[in-house]
Every structure is written in C-alpha cells, then in structure tokens.
C-alpha cells in the first residue's frame, strides 16, 4: 500500500516557477516508477512527466520539455516536479501517481496509487 501527498501548488505569474512535490508512504517506494500527471475540467487527465523507480531514466510530455524537471528521493520517500517558464495553459490540478516497477512512462490506467491533486493556477 503507497499513499500519496502533493503539495506546493498555487497561483503565478505567467513565466514563474513553481516546485511541486509528493510525499510517499511505504516502504516499498522504490519499487514504484512516480509520474506526474495533471488534469483540467472537461479533460482528461493527461501525463505530465514520470521517473523510474532506480531514478535513472525520466520522460516528459512535449508540452512541459524543457520547462519541467521531474526527481526523486527515495531515501525520503519523496518526487518533485520543478516547473519553470509556466504559462497559462499549465493551469491545472496536478496528480502524483505510482505505477509498480514501471518505467518512466506510463498511461494513467497503469497508475496504482493516486494523491488528492494540487491546483495550479497560471495567470497571464
């Protein structure tokens, strides 16, 4: 059993910063590839970014390469995503999600544990 904890959303300026992270319970953590994902009403939830459960090999969608970084703590059972030059289409309800020795990529539906979400808000 993995229960997850985001924090850190909140509301910037279009082209700030943000640094996003997820608390894990367990202690099996390291076996779980982390992803984040991030969802917006109406849509679906899409994937944002995602990291192996070793740590070694990290993928991103196009729309945050470059802009977001994706890392992990296992000795601290914790993920972060660091987000830069945000713009206001990444307005959204950010999801941490474990997917079991999963790789750096992984749909939703593979997910095995989800957090609650955390909001961010990009204004213009």
């Known amino acids: 059993q993995v229960q997850l904890v985001e924090s850190g959303g909140g509301l910037v300026q279009a082209g700030g910063s943000l640094r996003l992270s997820c608390a894990a319970s367990g202690r099996t953590f390291s076996s779980y590839a982390m992803g984040w994902f991030r969802q917006t009403p109406g849509k679906e939830r899409e994937f944002v970014a995602g990291i192996s459960w070793s740590g070694g090999s990290t993928y991103y969608a196009d729309s945050v390469k470059g802009r977001f970084t994706i890392s992990r703590d296992n000795a601290q059972n914790m993920v972060y995503l660091e987000m830069s030059s945000l713009k206001p289409e990444d307005t959204a309800v950010y999801y941490c999600?474990?997917?079991?020795?999963?790789?750096?990529?992984?749909?939703?539906?593979?997910?095995?544990?989800w957090g609650q979400g955390t909001q961010v808000t990009v204004s213009s």
């Open positions: 999600a474990a997917n079991y020795r999963g790789g750096s990529y992984f749909r939703r539906s593979h997910a095995n544990y």
